[in-house]
């Protein structure tokens, strides 16, 4: 059966600080500026999970989307939506929030439940304006 | 001359939690469920800035859209931009930071600045699913 | 307490078919060309629901979103998402399903259920290219 | 019969000069700055058309769009498309192409041809920050 | 000369009904659920048409986009819009039309018309939140 | 460290005409049609600048994408916005000015700036419904 690659989009809004906890105070607002601020800002997220595999002949899917929805939003976006990232995630805890360290975070949990097809990238919006992609190690 | 109504669209990201002081929190879980989590969250806010007036026959312009988002940043997004509404916002200081009193102060402070045009809507998109229009009293 | 006007919008899928099953095949063929398809086609319809009334003092809210998005699906969006309008939908039933007529019955719906705060306007778009806004009688 | 307002969307790229013919060169450099450029630069301009009217019993439209769409191709796509507004468009001569001379020139331009129905807005979209409206006098 | 892929978005809209002939009515309803709808239901897709070739020194364009528009237009877009993918589009004769099948089957179509470029991605979207990629064999 | 993709997308509007200087004016009429305008068209361009690079453990960034913004506004927009792609642009000069051999040559000027992660891919929109991908030789 033919491969290819499908992807579901799924929203999530949340706060954050981009800090890194072995830095100052001072050194922190010189490298990351308004995004240091304490009192937090926020995005409205989106990620892209696309998965790999060969068309199932029963089905017509790679995988049924409804189920990888259901999925990402049990592992994922429960534990993300209207959430502080640097405060209430724990696959986040001690980690500086960044898009990057986000994303390879999500990375981690949601690789092991993706089967028979295998997740190919996760990409994660931070604005309208900026995304990072990420495709395992 | 003709009479129009110009926008421009100007972008934010700030976090905030929806929490009515004068209530308890029971009260205000209750009310507001996820989005009162206390330890925040947060949008890309996209307001749109709607003006009416005669075209100058001079410029071609109902008013320069570029000195429009330089004031719309000095007065507004500057104040706004990677902040924490409850806390860092001295025209929202003591206000909820629903979208409709976030919308209705953004008015306020905006609306003496317009002129000789006058301010005919401010639109605040918090998500991609919902905004707010407000006209004035 | 100011008067703002809040939308939510909501998706849904279906097939449909213009079809006015008082005139014969050959005039729906005239009038409606590829749209009057025996065998259907079919829409990602996009609904933005407006309503309009006073802050409530209590919640900083004209209403809460999330409770019109829970009325919107239960009273339209479940009716709706992934039927044939022609076929299906009980409101809809001997209605030619013209994205017009299909707003003006989802506004009869959902009217009598808003309140305090009153129905402002639906827009409906078919595609991304056009759309239909209804603010009732 | 209900009254609803329809809207199709219709794009077109063209070049443009901000520029007032009676003043000096000097004066223009200075109120329009960069939209000045003597060598031109260019926009994906979109234009929203609204015609208002009821619902005709015999098709369910106010007006068939794709007649709508192919009027507004003739009369006003069909001049602007890949074309320069200072230079190549009749109905734009000796006019300072600003998003707000353009849009009630092109209303001047439809307005007589759209019948039974009524013209009710123009929007028109220079870029994805900002637009114009226009509904007449 | 570089080598560079291009791509062109076209649209259609179109029914169907998630069904694996195979299997029983039960099975059906069980595997797709509410895509298994025998009334059907639509959708607006959007396919992403990607080639990759050198620039031609000439043109200074990988193949003519417009010439690609209609290469499409006439052997994609013909059969699928406002068509039912069970019912109306021989491609699809046989074939349970989902996402997948579908864009798999549409490159089948398009490949051999693509030269001397050649067809690097199709990339067909059913929703805003889901899109499916083939690349080939 | 994790190897990430980072993108931003950056917007300019130009003017510009599709055109081979070593060709007939009828050959370029022929071989470009509308895009050949010798009076000029334009476009709102969108380029999307992606780096590859792992995360530096200092900042968990690929690279701060505020200065690769700077980046590319100092060397490429401030050159082509509200320019004349065939007049105004000194890396453009003598070159065809198609949304390819555009691409190419903001690759030349942009990769040697890129350090110490590397220039992964340029993608240029000319329009909504088409792009141009490039990822260097």
């Known amino acids: 059966m033919p491969t290819l690659t ?8 949340a706060a954050h600080r981009v800090h890194n906890a072995t830095l100052s105070d001072a050194e922190n607002r010189e490298l990351f ?3 240091n601020n304490p009192n937090w800002h926020g995005h409205n997220y989106l990620l892209e999970v696309s998965v790999t595999g060969p068309i199932d002949p029963k089905t017509g ?3 049924d989307l409804a189920k990888l929805r259901d999925l990402v939003e049990r592992e994922l976006v429960s534990h993300l939506d209207h959430k502080n990232l640097n405060l209430d ?7 500086n929030p960044t898009t990057e360290n986000l994303v390879v975070a999500c990375w981690k949990v949601l690789e092991p439940h993706i089967e028979p097809a295998r997740l190919r990238r996760l990409r994660l919006w931070e604005t309208d304006n900026n995304y990072v992609d990420y495709e395992g190690e």
Do not use: I
């Not at 499908?6 to 809004?13: A, D, G």
């Open 6 to 13: 499908v992807t579901r989009r799924l929203h999530f809004n």
């Open 33 to 35: 500026g308004k995004c």
């Open 61 to 63: 899917y790679v995988l």
């Open 89 to 95: 995630v724990p696959f986040m805890s001690g980690t």
